[in-house]
């Protein structure tokens, strides 16, 4: 009788166990991932005032408005300037760093890298491609590569 009872308290023992590291396994992914994601949403950067707002809290007139919407389109055309002269500028780091990686390998490891290369570019257009079909998973995706 009393191997009976040893077996049932081993065995709830176990269950006990096994429910716990199972609650726990849940908790993290259906709490702290939250969490988490939430706190990232709630860092939300400081955003310049629309035109809309300042018309309705500076009581522009129209002409200001046109003022300013051209001042604003301006500066679009600023920041085109920018991005376009950053992405050549990061292009020919990227080039240079390749080049460089290069002449450190083999050919038969050049090759290799190459393929590499070409598996992360296309990894990397996929990804762009889900965001762009699926933009509210923003989050999410970056989570899945932790």
Do not use: C
Request: aromatic share 8%.
């Amino acid at each position: 009788m009393k191997n009976n009872n040893k077996f049932w308290i081993v065995f709830s023992l176990v269950i006990v166990f096994a429910v716990g590291i199972a609650g726990g396994i849940l908790f993290e992914k259906n709490f702290m991932e939250k969490k988490q994601e939430r706190r990232v949403k709630k860092r939300s950067p400081v955003r310049f005032p629309s035109l809309k707002i300042m018309a309705q809290e500076l009581n522009l007139t129209s002409e200001q408005q046109e003022e300013i919407r051209e001042i604003f389109k301006n500066n679009e055309e600023r920041f085109k300037k920018l991005r376009s002269h950053m992405d050549e500028r990061i292009s020919s780091i990227r080039t240079q760093l390749k080049s460089e990686i290069k002449n450190v390998l083999t050919e038969e490891q050049n090759a290799k890298f190459e393929a590499m290369i070409q598996k992360y570019i296309s990894q990397r257009k996929k990804e762009a491609e889900k965001r762009k079909r699926h933009p509210k998973n923003r989050t999410k995706d970056k989570g899945d590569k932790k």
